[in-house]
């Protein structure tokens, strides 16, 4: 266990330590002052999937840590802005372009199923607002994944005023983008042909697929000016599309292929058309944003969720802090940064080292002879 450690702790971000103490994460330890030791028995919970309960026996047979379960969902709350800040670093490694929001605030809203372990496990939905650039976590909210009320939707957050909003095709809907703009807000949603057919602005059907046909190129970006019918009035909008690769169409039309397969019917020939290009609808102002200024945060939202949606194949959900907000979000940074590090250790053994670890750096180089 030892050795395993410190070759992870090769894979943590540049002065992850200092970052606990400036973050405030530190703050009140007492008996094991260790900030490796503490951040240990937290990943023990998040990374392995415990129980509050599980993980503090766990911590004590090695002796990591001597608290009880009630002080380690405190530690977990605590430690919540320290697991950010890891994570923001995670990301600036990876290249994602974290850049400054230019003084407007962009949130990105996502949903996901977490099943209890075991057989009588419950299934519950988490709801969570991601704010950009800076990863920050400003909503929770956790519901049972069935019943009236608990699905995808924009109703789920609390939305303020001049909120530039990112969300993918579950909340593609006219009932859900017309809440968003009576809080004054804006939004960007991946487009979903079946659940939200658009307008022409003098109200008659927009031919979809006749329009992007029309973009040829790969990478070549179009938007045109839609409405879609909200309930008591339209509700005036953009459409932007860019054509894919031919490889992520490729893959984007295989994708369909096996869901169609899986439902029992045959592919659609507009859907694998559809499939060439990534469109989306939005309020945002076109004054302030153009085409291309719309996709490029849509594709940094895209960059978050595909690490967010790497918690079912990766890491474990486990045990779910329900009751408490702060806790929640610390359990989610959790999972994220878990999630971080098992990549870049995963590309570092598949890509770079054959033996799966960072070598020491040398202060003089030593020639091979």
């Known amino acids: 266990m030892d050795e395993d450690w410190s070759l992870l702790l090769q894979f943590f971000p540049a002065g992850w330590k200092e970052m606990a103490d400036c973050t405030g994460a530190t703050k009140g330890l007492r008996q094991d002052k260790s900030v490796a030791n503490f951040l240990r028995t937290i990943l023990i919970h998040v990374g392995c999937g415990y129980s509050l ?14 608290i009880s379960s009630v002080a380690l969902m405190k530690r977990l709350r605590k430690a919540a802005p320290w ?53 920050t976590c400003d909503f929770f909210k956790v519901t049972r994944a069935e019943g009236r009320g608990t699905g995808e939707s924009f109703t789920q957050f609390p939305i303020g005023q001049n909120d530039y909003i990112l969300a993918d095709r579950g909340y593609s809907t006219a009932a859900g983008i017309e809440h968003v703009l009576r809080k004054n807000a804006f939004v960007v949603v991946r487009l979903n042909t079946a659940s939200l057919p658009l307008q022409t602005r ?79 609808f939005t309020t945002f102002p076109e004054s302030e944003f153009a085409c291309k200024d719309v996709l490029d945060w849509y594709r940094l939202r895209w960059q978050v969720e595909l690490v967010f949606k790497r ?35 995963i590309s570092h053994a598949a890509s770079i080292s054959p033996w799966g670890y960072i070598m020491e750096d040398r202060e003089v180089a030593e020639p091979v002879a």
């Open 53 to 66: 309960k599980e993980t503090v026996l766990r911590a004590r047979q090695a002796d990591l840590a001597d």
């Open 311 to 345: 918690f079912k194949s990766l890491a474990a959900f486990g045990h779910l802090p329900k009751s408490d907000s702060e806790s929640s979000k610390g359990w989610l940074y959790g999972k994220l940064f878990v999630c971080l590090v098992m990549e870049k250790l």
């Open 202 to 280: 003098h109200g008659r059907p927009f031919s979809l697929l006749k329009r992007v046909q029309t973009i040829r190129r790969t990478g070549t970006t179009r938007s045109w000016p839609v409405q879609i019918a909200g309930a008591n009035e339209a509700i005036n909008g953009r459409l932007c599309a860019i054509r894919k690769s031919n490889e992520a169409i490729k893959l984007a039309q295989e994708k369909a292929r096996r869901e169609a397969k899986k439902k029992g019917h045959k592919v659609r020939p507009e859907t694998l058309e559809f499939a060439k290009y990534v469109l989306l």
């Open 83 to 135: 697991l950010r800040q890891m994570c923001i670093a995670l990301f600036r490694e990876q290249g994602v372009a974290l850049r400054s929001a230019g003084g407007f605030q962009v949130r990105a809203f996502d949903a996901t199923t977490v099943k209890e372990p075991g057989k009588t496990g419950s299934l519950w939905r988490v709801h969570y607002s991601v704010k950009l650039p800076s990863l």
